[in-house]
């Protein structure tokens, strides 16, 4: 991965909220999106009666918004001038305005299962806005580990392919569920005691997360920042359910006792690959 020396004008300072959110308590880090095109393709995707190809098309599409989102609220940004096709005819044809910043180093994990084609829609994508030696993408096969009663007890690396460094670099985890965060967190960990260095910033991009997976996340990496297109908290009882999104968080509740989402999408591992293991 290397950095352009190319001269630009960044500014970084200014952000534009391009998606509505809604407001919660959870803090700073956590951006949960307000959309009603994300949540309707959302629906359909939790539909019991939605079987492939649907499952996979609505997946694409769904983090393509996140795609979207990411970009505005955590990439560096700068100012820009092209010369339009018509610059031949009129030289006042320049376009000038602020695009990503193409230096930008940019990591990409995919974790296997249900992280394979969100992270491919994440890497194709930062190819086309980035110079794309800026640009990698990370592999890792991971499982959840259980106890005799179903209960998820922490998850697994079996294996993975890094390409090096991550230093300075923003870090992008597309994983459609955030349930209880163990994927996640032996995934950081692994970066961590591999001493493979210190992202500029790490993105964990979600389509559902649960109360309990932000706390879990934010009391291990306090800086990690988390965007989702849902926040499920189904099982909270319903004075609970009337209060705003994190004003009574450690009584907030979204998974069962096999720490499944509810209401949630299922397995989407499973849904996606049509293998029901």
Not at 10 to 15: G, S
Not at 39 to 68: C, G, W
Not at 160 to 171: L, Q
Request: net charge negative; with cysteine; hydrophobic share 40%.
């Amino acid at each position: 991965m290397v950095h352009s020396d190319s001269e630009k004008t960044c500014i970084n300072d200014e952000r534009i909220t391009v998606f509505r959110q809604i407001d919660h308590d959870y803090g700073p880090q956590v951006r949960i999106l307000n959309d009603p095109y994300s949540l309707s393709l959302l629906a359909t995707l939790s539909d019991k009666k939605t079987t492939q190809p649907e499952i996979n098309l609505l997946i694409k599409m769904l983090y393509r918004v996140l795609f979207h989102a990411a970009v505005a609220e955590h990439f560096p940004i700068c100012l820009t001038e092209v010369e339009t096709r018509l610059i031949d005819v009129n030289p006042e044809a320049v376009w000038q305005g602020p695009v990503a910043d193409r230096s930008t180093l940019a990591v990409v994990v995919a974790m296997a299962r249900a992280g394979l084609i969100p992270a491919d829609v994440f890497f194709e994508n930062l190819n086309v806005i980035l110079d794309a030696q800026n640009v990698r993408q990370d592999h890792f096969m991971i499982n959840r580990t259980s106890d005799n009663t179903g209960g998820v007890t922490g998850a697994m690396i079996s294996g993975c392919k890094i390409g090096g460094s991550v230093d300075d670099a923003v870090v992008l985890i597309p994983d459609p569920m955030g349930a209880t965060g163990s994927s996640v967190l032996e995934v950081l960990k692994y970066y961590e005691e591999n001493e493979l260095g210190s992202p500029k910033k790490v993105v964990l991009l979600h389509l559902v997360v649960t109360p309990e997976y932000l706390r879990s996340i934010l009391d291990r990496h306090p800086t990690a920042h988390i965007l989702s297109l849902r926040l499920d908290r189904g099982l909270s009882p319903e004075n609970v359910l009337r209060e705003k999104p994190g004003k009574k968080w450690l009584e907030e509740k979204g998974l069962n006792d096999n720490h499944y989402i509810v209401p949630g999408i299922g397995g989407l591992g499973e849904m996606m690959n049509n293998s029901w293991v």
